[in-house]
């Protein structure tokens, strides 16, 4: 017992005030009413939005947003019909680009017919080349990257640049053919190849 502890205790039992002039007890009183001050302080700086009253509001609005989204509710439907199917399966793919070459292959051999009824059946040759060289080359594209089937990702991706690469190879190359070689008249062969191009694009459209 250190000397200073044995000293307050003999004033405290004389009735007299230790050193420092305040006794014990309401040194005690006080130094435990200073923690608990300090630790209020701390909890209000650890949580300045609950003495403000921002996080009640906040809870208001969480509460109104879950009843508004649950299950059953008016909300929850229009959400639910605003979702739209996303299909990514081989066998889709498949199925996009059959009907997307058919109607391609329809759509040039409409303005194939046309072109003959209004120019002569050289020009309507010419329409019906076009649109068949835009489908066949769709149709190689789909060929190259789906006919390896369920594949990783890196080899999805390579497969794609190489049926994009393969696309434009026979496209440049038929119409080089076309065009050079053949003497097909210019006119009706941009007709074809507009006609086709349309009709894909209408396809991605309405194909889903």
């Not at 435990?32 to 009640?56: E, I, N, Q």
């Not at 929850?76 to 009907?99: F, Y």
């Not at 990702?153 to 794609?160: D, E, N």
């Not at 070689?181 to 062969?189: E, I, M, R, S, T």
């Amino acid at each position: 017992m250190s000397i200073a502890t044995f000293q307050q205790k003999q004033a405290l039992a004389a009735g007299m005030r230790p050193p420092g002039g305040v006794p014990l007890d309401a040194r005690d009183g006080h130094a435990g009413s200073a923690a608990r001050a300090d630790g209020a302080a701390t909890r209000r700086l650890d949580t300045p939005f609950l003495d403000c009253g921002v996080c009640a509001p906040l809870d208001k609005l969480r509460g109104l947003l879950e009843r508004w989204s649950a299950p059953g509710t008016r909300a929850a439907t229009i959400l639910h019909r605003r979702e739209l199917p996303v299909r990514n399966s081989i066998a889709h793919g498949w199925h996009v680009a059959a009907r997307t070459a058919l109607l391609q292959f329809g759509a040039t051999l409409a303005v194939s017919l046309a072109v003959v009824v209004g120019f002569g059946w050289r020009s309507g040759l010419a329409a019906l080349a076009g649109g068949t060289i835009i489908s066949a080359g769709n149709v190689l594209f789909a060929l190259r990257l789906f006919g390896r089937g369920i594949a990783p990702p890196r080899s999805v991706l390579r497969s794609a640049w190489a049926a994009e690469a393969l696309k434009w190879f026979w496209l440049c190359a038929t119409l080089y053919l076309a065009i050079a070689v053949w003497k097909l008249p210019f006119a009706g062969l941009i007709a074809g190849v507009l006609a086709a191009q349309f009709a894909f694009w209408i396809a991605l459209i309405a194909t889903r």
